[in-house]
């Protein structure tokens, strides 16, 4: 079996070179100088950063990712999108190659064992870094030929496991209530986890519920219909986008039309806005296969959100949408009209992208790419790269990738700053393996030669709690703009389930930067972040990982509410609209 070697530039191996890298005792400093940066081959890269492809390729399909505190990423594939029924797919459960653990510093690759098909399921990190699988598929679905008998549902698997990376083995865990294939998993701001949506394990109709794990066992269902609480009969979408708000609550996104929040306490989801997107082909507005991104919170805004979601559909569209949820955003306004907060029009892309990826980069702009103009065609694939910049709402152009990414393509930011992009699987049993690496433009100066990183912290803190103060060192200390913990990211079907973008606030002195934490919970939920010192011409740091801790107790038992009274954190207001 090839080891995973990711090449950056000429003679430079990609390696997340952290205290953490490698393994539980490791400290979180880095314990290396920093590498030499890419070398430009072009003027072009000072504008539009390049990709390098690497000359390994993936063992598995990546069909699910996540990046572990160790330095190492967890790929999930289970059965692959290879039913175990067709020729050449993997007999199972179970999966003899069913996940594999790739180590950022060393290069190298080791298959995992899995002992259920994982295939499509629910993941996401906890607050302790192990990671939280939740469904999967119990059977792959079927179609009859044209006039016959026989189509079935793919079903989904009610089974859990967490994946430890101090033993670097999954953990079987009690099973939901019933199973889910395409859920999507949230943590809660008290490190709780909830796994909502998914197809079921009886009929493979839409599982329209939540589940909570506090650490020991699941809760018992949060039913979504009859409890929303001004929209009857509605019904979750397969992998919903959600995103933890700095009130507490859960906010949905997409790619349904409708918009909800969750209040974990009442247990109730309110709508709160819906619309028919400009732009799409479907009919109910949905964009199905698209992304949503919570934009980045900083001491700037105040913490405030605003939320973008972009493309989908088939064909796809160009369309975005942004959602501002800031007290300003909560008023009747020019934008908003007649109810508020609502979606308005975002800049268009310059590509179609349905299976695309959107994923936020230390400067706090976001890369987006991968997908396709018809869903699962390379022939209209978008290889073209774009930035969205949210301080100037706009979309700028950058360099192509080279290999078409459609269904089930993953991308993650990496502790270097880089940007880790593979997969593709355009018909079952097939899957594209080659990994590509991006680095964005703020790895060059304007001639194109390497732009020079701040030195990261050497004395950085391994955990820090909500508002405490801290004293990072480096040389470079004059030349800090910003600083920012970036959640690890845990990536599937278009959508990242963790990644988050926190700004610190800080004073900086001639070699010193005293720093003050995430404000609270809310903001920045428990778990390991990646802490990026980012100077005034936009280049990072290496990354230092750090601990945000959360309180054990407040995982420490599920309290439910029989009452489910709602008690929204904010009044959605309305002008009052004469329907004809």
């Not at 019933?178 to 998914?198: A, I, K, N, V």
């Not at 942004?322 to 909560?330: Q, Y």
């Not at 892309?349 to 987006?368: D, H, Y």
């Not at 428990?526 to 802490?531: A, E, I, K, Q």
Request: with cysteine.
């Amino acid at each position: 079996m090839r080891s995973i070697t990711t090449i950056i530039g000429t003679g430079l191996i990609l390696s997340c070179i952290l205290t953490g890298c490698g393994g539980p005792n490791s400290t979180n400093a880095p314990t290396r100088p920093d590498p030499p940066l890419p070398r430009a081959y072009n003027l072009q890269a000072a504008n539009y950063g390049q990709w390098t492809t690497s000359p390994a390729t993936m063992p598995v399909n990546p069909i699910h990712a996540a990046l572990l505190h160790t330095g190492k990423i967890l790929v999930v594939a289970g059965s692959g999108n290879c039913p175990p029924q067709q020729t050449g797919c993997p007999a199972g459960p179970p999966y003899a190659q069913g996940a594999a653990l790739f180590d950022l510093s060393d290069n190298s690759v080791h298959i995992l064992a899995t002992n259920w098909d994982m295939f499509c399921n629910g993941m996401s990190m906890m607050q302790d870094g192990r990671v939280l699988v939740s469904g999967g598929t119990k059977s792959y679905g079927t179609l009859a030929l044209v006039g016959a008998q026989g189509d079935a549902p793919f079903l989904g698997l009610p089974n859990a496991s967490i994946f430890d990376p101090s033993s670097e083995a999954f953990i079987d865990l009690p099973a939901t209530a019933h199973g889910r294939w395409y859920p999507t998993l949230t943590e809660l701001s008290d490190g709780r986890m909830m796994t909502t949506s998914g197809l079921n394990d009886s009929d493979g109709s839409n599982n329209n519920t939540s589940e909570i794990w506090n650490g020991q066992q699941w809760s018992t269902e949060i039913v979504g219909d009859p409890h929303i609480a001004n929209f009857p009969g509605f019904e979750f979408p397969l992998y919903p986008r959600m995103h933890l708000l700095p009130t507490g609550h859960i906010f949905y996104s997409a790619p349904s039309s409708a918009t909800l929040d969750f209040d974990p306490t009442s247990q109730i989801w309110t709508l709160v806005a819906w619309t028919i997107y400009p732009g799409l082909n479907d009919p109910n507005g949905e964009r199905t296969y698209g992304s949503s991104v919570l934009l980045p919170l900083t001491p700037q805004n105040n913490y405030s959100p605003k939320v973008m979601i972009m493309g989908g559909d088939n064909p796809a569209t160009k369309t975005t949408e942004l959602m501002d949820l800031s007290p300003a955003g909560m008023q009747i306004s020019a934008a908003c009209p007649n109810y508020a907060p609502c979606w308005v029009q975002g800049p268009p892309m310059a590509q179609a992208r349905v299976e695309m990826e959107a994923t936020i980069l230390p400067s706090g702009k976001i890369l987006v790419d991968a997908g396709s103009a018809q869903d699962e065609d390379a022939k209209t694939a978008s290889l073209e790269t774009e930035i969205y910049d949210p301080a100037s709402n706009s979309f700028s152009l950058a360099a192509s990738s080279s290999f078409p990414r459609l269904y089930h393509n993953i991308q993650l930011l990496l502790p270097d700053g880089t940007v880790l992009l593979a997969g593709g699987n355009p018909a079952q049993g097939i899957f594209e393996k080659h990994i590509e690496i991006y680095q964005p433009s703020y790895f060059f100066n304007s001639d194109g030669s390497p732009a020079t990183r701040p030195k990261a912290a050497s004395d950085a803190p391994s955990s820090i709690t909500y508002g405490q103060s801290f004293t990072l060192s480096t040389p470079d200390a004059s030349t800090i703009a910003s600083i920012a913990l970036i959640k690890a990211g845990s990536v599937t079907h278009s959508f990242d389930m963790d990644q988050r973008y926190v700004g610190l606030s800080f004073t900086a002195g001639q070699a010193t930067l005293k720093v003050t934490g995430p404000p609270n919970s809310n903001v920045a939920p428990p778990g390991y972040y990646m802490l990026f010192l980012v100077n005034k011409a936009g280049t990072p740091s290496l990354a230092s990982w750090v601990q945000v801790l959360g309180s054990a107790a407040a995982v420490a038992k599920v309290e439910l509410h029989p009452e489910r009274v709602p008690t929204p954190a904010y009044i959605i207001q309305r002008k009052h609209v004469t329907e004809s």
